[in-house]
């Protein structure tokens, strides 16, 4: 069992950047594979970034790449979202996920229903 806590978010003009963080509980952070996620208003939750349980792979929604990074320190049991160049329609409550499922590939890190823990979210909002 893993719990997920996100903090960073906040309120940001765009083209600012923000880094959020997600911290897990436990001594096995290393043997689950962690995505970001986020949800608008309106909008159903969107994948947004995902990374392997040892770092070695990154996967990205296609309207964040080159903007976004996500990385791990498995020895702070921490994943973060580095955040660039943000745009106002980044405004979503954004959500670390955890999972134990050792699958490869876009459309299994993508998946929600892959992942068996998640954070509380943290409020991003980017104003124009």
């Known amino acids: 069992q893993v719990q997920l806590v996100e903090s960073g978010g906040g309120l940001v003009q765009a083209g600012d950047s923000l880094r959020l963080s997600c911290a897990a509980s436990?001594?096995?952070?290393?043997?689950?594979?962690m995505g970001w996620f986020r949800q608008a208003p309106g909008k159903e939750r969107e994948f947004v970034a995902g990374?392997?349980?040892?770092?070695?792979?990154?996967y990205y929604e296609d309207s964040v790449r080159g903007r976004f990074t996500i990385s791990r320190d498995n020895a702070k049991n921490t994943v973060y979202l580095q955040m660039n160049s943000l745009k106002p329609e980044d405004t979503a409550v954004y959500y670390c996920?955890?999972?134990?499922?050792?699958?490869?590939?876009?459309?299994?890190?993508?998946?929600?229903?892959?992942?068996?823990?998640w954070g509380q979210g943290s409020q991003v909002t980017v104003s124009s």
């Open positions: 996920a955890a999972r134990r499922l050792n699958c490869v590939g876009y459309g299994c890190y993508a998946s929600s229903a892959t992942y068996d823990h």
């Open positions: 436990g001594r096995t952070f290393s043997t689950y594979d």
């Open positions: 990374i392997s349980r040892n770092g070695g792979s990154t």
